[in-house]
């Protein structure tokens, strides 16, 4: 061998030895990513995590390792993502209460500070009461909040939280003055419920399910423009004549400062996995609305959502208020 090919073969090893550790960091993913959940376990984005890590297995090619980090209805774990690497390793579940936070003044994290992979889920919110409870009907509930000297006790996901709004509305819309107690998200409410320490909650009707199913509560109305499945004989609001329509959603994001190759891999590795059937089949075991929204449109939907409650808080006059 020459020394000139002997120098050139030298050269080219050397250039290999130095690519070789930058192509393997940059292939997307090489370790596990973290699925932040930023409620207790139990709850309906909780569910959803779970049930989307395990759909998860032969689209993404590591594991996908669901924490839980509630607090401050949501805030805490937006903060984790948001402060954390933008390298795609932590992706979070995004609901609502993204919208309604920052517009209570609780919190100066907003949908801008994220970048959305796609949107999994709708649920409407539904007023819920105990299987023993004396009323049976939207209006019962509301005449005895109207009572004289009565306050009954809603239980919601948070102070700002898209449940909390929910039983807000109602007070606008009804004149009955409730009592509302925050938990650190919609299963601990439920609990709350069960043992009878409050009257009633306003989360989704996905996250009462099984309770109802189990003859320990029941629910009075959702508020959805129509009646949902799992629960065709329970009337809507706007059937009660009161015109409320408010729910939440649930979609993954990451960090606004990802690279945009490895949002693109998230968003491909997403849509693949929403198709399967073991996701669609855990949501419809726990009575969840599936509703895929690409990142796109995911992004609009969260703007116009911004919007909306924006102008429903500042309707309400709950800015600043714990």
Not at 27 to 55: C, M
Not at 92 to 104: E, G, H, S, Y
Request: hydrophobic share 45%.
């Amino acid at each position: 061998m020459s020394k000139t090919t002997y120098r050139l073969l030298a050269g080219a090893l050397c250039a290999f030895a130095l690519a070789a550790p930058a192509l393997a960091q940059s292939a997307f993913p090489n370790k596990p990513i973290e699925v932040i959940v930023p409620y207790p376990a139990g709850g309906g984005t909780d569910v959803l995590g779970r049930a989307f890590a395990e759909a998860s297995h032969k689209h993404v090619g590591q594991p996908l390792l669901v924490i839980n980090k509630p607090g401050a209805s949501g805030a805490i774990g937006w903060a984790d993502v948001i402060n954390g690497k933008p390298d795609g390793y932590k992706m979070v579940l995004l609901a609502t209460d993204l919208m309604t936070q920052p517009n209570m003044g609780f919190t100066k994290i907003t949908y801008e500070d994220f970048t959305p992979i796609a949107r999994l889920n709708y649920d409407p919110a539904a007023l819920t009461v105990r299987a023993d409870s004396p009323w049976n009907s939207v209006e019962d509930f509301v005449a005895a909040a109207r009572a004289p000297g009565a306050k009954l006790s809603i239980g919601n996901g948070g102070n700002g939280s898209t449940w909390h709004l929910a039983a807000a509305a109602l007070e606008d819309k009804t004149g009955a003055k409730f009592n509302h107690i925050p938990f650190t998200g919609a299963a601990p409410a439920a609990l709350n419920l069960l043992g009878g320490h409050i009257d009633a909650i306003t989360v989704s009707a996905a996250e009462v399910y099984t309770h109802v199913a189990a003859g320990k509560l029941k629910v009075l109305a959702v508020m959805s423009d129509q009646r949902i499945k799992g629960f065709e004989k329970v009337p809507t609001l706007k059937e009660r004549g009161l015109d409320i329509s408010l729910g939440t959603w649930r979609g993954l994001a990451v960090n606004k400062a990802t690279p945009p190759d490895v949002v693109a891999t998230l968003r491909a590795m997403t849509a693949r996995t929403a198709q399967e059937k073991t996701l669609t089949d855990a949501l419809d075991k726990q009575n969840m609305g599936y509703a895929y929204a690409e990142g796109d449109a995911f992004y609009a939907a969260m703007a116009k959502d911004h919007a909306f409650y924006k102008q429903l808080i500042a309707k309400l006059g709950l800015k600043d208020k714990p």
